[in-house]
């Protein structure tokens, strides 16, 4: 079992950066693929980022390339989503997610957390 919980979300100008993290309880954590996804107003949840349980590998969403990046802290039991260059369209409710092995399909992820909200003015 894996509880995740995100945190650093908020309200910041157009090309401003935010970095959330998300703080994962249980001692399997590092076995996990962790991913980003986020769902904005009358929108699907979409796939944002993941990272393998060893940080060996990410993949990226194209709208989010170059501007958004993920790492992970397995001694912290932490993953982290550096937000660059924001844009208004990045504005959604961002959740943390934990699969068995890498990938982004949200089918595919087994633990979430209850999402934080990123807002971006422009």
């Known amino acids: 079992q894996v509880q995740l919980v995100e945190s650093g979300g908020g309200l910041v100008q157009a090309g401003g950066s935010l970095r959330l993290s998300c703080a994962a309880s249980?001692?399997?954590?590092?076995?996990?693929?962790m991913g980003w996804f986020r769902q904005a107003p009358g929108k699907e949840r979409e796939f944002v980022a993941a990272?393998?349980?060893?940080?060996?590998?990410?993949l990226y969403a194209d709208s989010v390339k170059g501007r958004l990046t993920i790492t992970r802290d397995n001694a912290k039991n932490t993953v982290y989503l550096q937000m660059n260059s924001l844009k208004p369209e990045d504005t959604a409710v961002y959740y943390c997610?934990?699969?068995?092995?890498?990938?982004?399909?949200?089918?595919?992820?087994?633990?979430w957390g209850q999402g934080t909200q990123v807002t971006v003015s422009s």
């Open positions: 997610a934990a699969r068995p092995g890498l990938g982004i399909s949200s089918s595919g992820y087994i633990y």
């Open positions: 249980g001692r399997t954590f590092s076995t996990y693929a």
């Open positions: 990272i393998s349980w060893s940080a060996g590998s990410t």
